[in-house]
Structures are given as C-alpha cells and as structure tokens.
C-alpha cells in the first residue's frame, strides 16, 4: 500500500478535494444566511454516505456562528434488483424528538431521491417545524423524482461514482475527492 493506493482504480476525477471544499463553503455561508433566526439548526446525517460531508459542512456553519445539533439516519429501501421500490426500511432512527425543529438533512448523492422523499416525509410528520435538504451531488433523475432540494453542490452526469464517504461495495469511501471508477473494478472478482 502506497500514499493515493486508489489513484489507479479512478477512471475520472469529477470533483476535487479543493472543489469540495469551496462548494462545502458555499453551500454554509447559504445556510447560516438564510438560518440566521433559527436558535439550533438540527442537521440529520443520513449514514453513510454523507458522513463525510456532514462533518466539513458542520464545521464550515460552526465557522460562519451557526450553533447546530447532529442525528444520524440509516434507511434501506426495498428493491428488486437495482431498482429501488420506495418501501423503506428504518436501519437506524433519530434518538431524539424532532418536533418544533428547524431539520436540514444532509445528502451524499441524490439519484432517484426515493429514500429521500421517504425521510423527508417522515420527518414532517414527526412534527418538525420544517424539513429541508442539503445535497452535495445531483444526478438527473433526481429533477424527476426527488423531494424539493434546497441546496445543491454540483450537478453530474448519470455515472456511478465513489470516494469522499460514496462507495462501491463498501469501498472508496475514505477517497479524498470523488471520481468514476475504472470499468474493469466492477468486472473483476472481489478480492
Ligand atoms: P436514490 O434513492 O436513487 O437517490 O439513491 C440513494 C442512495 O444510493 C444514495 O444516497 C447513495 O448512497 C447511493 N448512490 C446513488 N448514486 C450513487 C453513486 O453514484 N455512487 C455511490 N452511491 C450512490
């Protein structure tokens, strides 16, 4: 194992660390803007794929004087196959209350956003004041199908990606930047 072992198995860089960074940065200074009245914001991490951002975006509102609470969701959706079929399975619920609260969820990626609606739903009807969505990545079907998303960091093509807290099974997540894989990744056997 070498410094940047993933390197080799990254067809395409699709956004840099520093990239990140800067629209990490955007997307808090949008928040804290429009949040300046809320006494805590409560973010809900939706695990794991948004782990990764939920820490960088928590530190940049801290940054910007946005005091803020952290729950984390696991959901799986029921499918067949790839498709996903919008029954949803609770992996791991919030450990507190939500009602009367000021909820931003924080996304990795949103593709169809079936999950997503689900939670969104769910929140609102666990009484919280209001329910918003942060995404760092957009695909295009989520114009279709996804609940409203307030706040979008970068739109991309319908191409699997992986890398900052985004995997392919289970994989990559610990990659700094976020890239398409190399198609031979998912031809060759698992090691
Ligand atoms: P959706 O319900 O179709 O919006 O996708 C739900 C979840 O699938 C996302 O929160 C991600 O965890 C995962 N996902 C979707 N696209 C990708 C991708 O390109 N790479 C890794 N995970 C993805």
Do not use: N
């Amino acid at each position: 194992m070498h410094a940047g072992w993933y390197e080799a198995d990254i067809e395409r860089v699709i956004a840099t660390e520093e990239q990140i960074r800067e629209k990490t940065a955007e997307l808090a200074a949008q928040v804290a803007a429009d949040y300046r009245e809320v006494e805590r914001l409560l973010l809900v991490c939706v695990l794991k794929g948004a782990i990764m951002f939920t820490a960088d975006f928590a530190r940049e509102l801290a940054k910007r004087g946005v005091p803020l609470e952290l729950e984390f969701m696991a959901a799986s959706s029921y499918g067949q196959g790839t498709t996903s079929s919008g029954v949803v399975r609770v992996l791991k619920d919030l450990d507190r209350e939500v009602v009367g609260r000021h909820v931003l969820v924080v996304e990795d990626i949103v593709d169809t956003g079936l999950t997503l609606s689900w939670l969104v739903k769910y929140l609102t009807s666990q009484g919280a004041a209001s329910v918003e969505v942060v995404t760092l990545f957009r695909k295009p079907a989520a114009v279709r199908s996804a609940p409203p998303l307030k706040y979008v960091g970068f739109d991309i093509p319908s191409e699997f990606v992986v890398g900052y807290g985004l995997d392919y099974a289970e994989r990559y997540r610990e990659v700094p930047f976020v890239g398409v894989l190399k198609p031979e990744i998912y031809t060759r056997p698992p090691s």
